[in-house]
């Protein structure tokens, strides 16, 4: 059955580097979004992104991130100078057009600032 | 603000019982409601999708909603350990998925 896979599975930085967390979206899906989890509290929308551009995102994502399909597989979300408060579960999800609000969740990069 | 709100939990229910998780929601124009399964430390996997006042029911799990009084529950029927996670009640606007904080479920033995 075919999956939403993501990179690194973690991914540990100091703080002020500049992180490129990887997702590979099911082939034929239209529709890609990260969200975030910090734990122990509720998974939050970062930002949607269809037909080659952002949609639809939320006040968490400032300036300091930014999200790219590159080619016709990769969906990649950019934090620029991390912080402390980025740490957190990262999940990308995609959807392939028909209801939005079904969608499928990778299983996560969990980042860590330090 | 858009808000969904849910009991944390978690809610211990014997092998067998019904669990029974509620969520409400603040924007009356919401149309679409969603169930998302999350076990410790994965991703969320949706398991219900409910649009109509009135029940759904898939296998042993069953979703309720009722617009005028801004609820959504689902209730496991027959529940099993293996239903021990954390269930997120989910609404969309637009493009993006609002969940609830989760409510944490403990099937016991």
């Known amino acids: 059955e075919p999956e939403v896979t993501q990179t690194p599975s973690h991914q540990v930085t100091q703080m002020g580097q500049e992180v490129i967390l990887r997702c590979v979206p099911i082939?034929?899906?239209?529709?890609f979004y990260w969200y975030r989890q910090i734990l122990g509290q509720k998974v939050e929308f970062l930002v949607s992104?269809?037909?080659?551009?952002?949609?639809?995102k939320s006040e968490i994502f400032d300036d300091q991130f930014s999200v790219e399909r590159p080619d016709g597989s990769n969906f990649t979300l950019k934090i620029r100078s991390t912080k402390l408060e980025d740490s957190a579960m990262y999940f990308c999800?995609?959807?392939?057009?028909?209801?939005?609000?079904?969608?499928?969740f990778g299983p996560g990069t969990r980042l860590t600032v330090l | 603000q858009k808000e969904v709100e849910q009991n944390s939990g978690p809610l211990s229910v014997p092998e067998g019982a019904i669990a029974s998780l509620n969520c409400t929601y603040s924007?009356?124009?919401?149309?679409?409601f969603f169930w998302y399964r999350q076990y410790s430390g994965k991703s969320p996997e949706l398991i219900m999708s409910?649009?109509?006042?009135g029940d759904k029911e898939d296998g042993r799990f069953t979703a309720q909603l009722n617009k005028a009084s801004q609820y959504v529950s689902l209730l496991i029927r027959d529940s099993q350990p293996s239903d021990s996670a954390t269930y997120l009640c989910?609404?969309?606007?637009?493009?993006?998925?609002?969940f609830g904080t989760g409510t944490q479920l403990k099937v016991e033995l």
């Open positions: 409910i649009y109509s006042n």
């Open positions: 082939s034929n899906h239209l529709y």
């Open positions: 999800a995609s959807n392939p057009g028909l209801d939005l609000g079904e969608q499928f």
């Open positions: 924007d009356r124009g919401s149309q679409s």
């Open positions: 989910a609404v969309i606007a637009g493009n993006k998925l609002t």
């Open positions: 992104f269809y037909n080659n551009e952002i949609s639809e």
